[in-house]
Antibody, heavy 123, light 113 residues
Framework: QVQLVESGGAVVQPGRSLRLSCAAS????????MHWVRQAPGKGLEWVAV????????NYGDSVKGRFTISRDNSKNTLYLQMNSLRVEDTAVYYC????????????????WGQGTLVTVSS | DIVMTQSPDSLTVSLGERATINCKSS????????????LAWYQQKPGQPPKLLIY???TRESGVPDRFSGSGSGTDFTLTVSSLQAEDAAVYYC?????????FGQGTKLEIK
């Protein structure tokens, strides 16, 4: 069965950096586009970034563009999110999510989600 | 950005009755060339990640009970839960994937009476 397990969440000060990881199993990771979606405490969902199945294309939400970088290592079945210049408003649970399309342009909805990892940005 | 607006923000419906949640997009999410609406619905229960219910506005995800159905086109969409069960209590979100940034509605909290 598809499994996505996020890690790396922590309490960090504003302006610092953090890298999240998402370990994938139960499917051929390198065939699927992957996303990060976040949810601030008690709030709704916000799409953060997408990366194509082969890493050839990436796209970001406006609020993280220029600060966050999505990447993947298909040999390790792992997705990453490098977060720099963190702000208080980046505080959220970060979910990795699988795109349903295989070996093609992502469909950009999310058919499987991890349990999430909490990032708290606070001084 | 496409703004997704759900209504109502919350609703309480009796067991066995029908619940209807609306989602309106600020611009069309219908791609004319393939006649597909780029609209999905998710269910989120407390402490859990969202779960995909419906995609392409009306296609039910595998394993989702058939009491869940999606309808609509262009800018106006509806999620209907017929014959409500206790386990349907959750927050429901619509999401457009027509164009970046992919955006969600604010969520609708469904409570069971």
């Amino acid at each position: 069965q598809v499994q996505l397990v996020e890690s790396g969440g922590a309490v960090v000060q504003p302006g610092r950096s953090l890298r999240l990881s998402c370990a994938a199993s139960g499917f051929t990771f390198g065939n699927y586009g992957m996303h990060w979606v976040r949810q601030a405490p008690g709030k709704g969902l916000e799409w953060v970034a997408v990366i194509w199945y082969d890493g050839s294309n990436k796209n970001y939400g406006d609020s993280v563009k220029g600060r966050f970088t999505i990447s993947r290592d298909n040999s390790k079945n792992t997705l990453y999110l490098q977060m720099n210049s963190l702000r208080v408003e980046d505080t959220a649970v970060y979910y990795c999510a699988r795109d349903p399309e295989t070996k093609s342009v992502p469909d950009n909805y999310f058919d499987h989600w991890g349990q999430g990892t909490l990032v708290t940005v606070s001084s | 950005d496409i703004v997704m607006t759900q209504s109502p923000d919350s609703l309480t419906v009796s067991l066995g009755e029908r619940a209807t949640i609306n989602c309106k997009s600020s611009q069309t999410v219908l791609y004319i060339s393939n006649n597909r609406n780029y609209l999905a619905w998710y269910q989120q229960k407390p402490g859990q990640p969202p779960k995909l219910l419906i995609y392409w506005a009306s296609t039910r995800e595998s394993g989702v009970p058939d009491r869940f159905s999606g309808s609509g086109s262009g800018t106006d969409f509806t999620l209907t839960v017929s014959s409500l069960q206790a386990e349907d209590a959750a927050v429901y979100y619509c999401q457009q994937y027509y164009t970046t940034p992919f955006t969600f509605g604010q969520g609708t909290k469904l409570e069971i009476k």
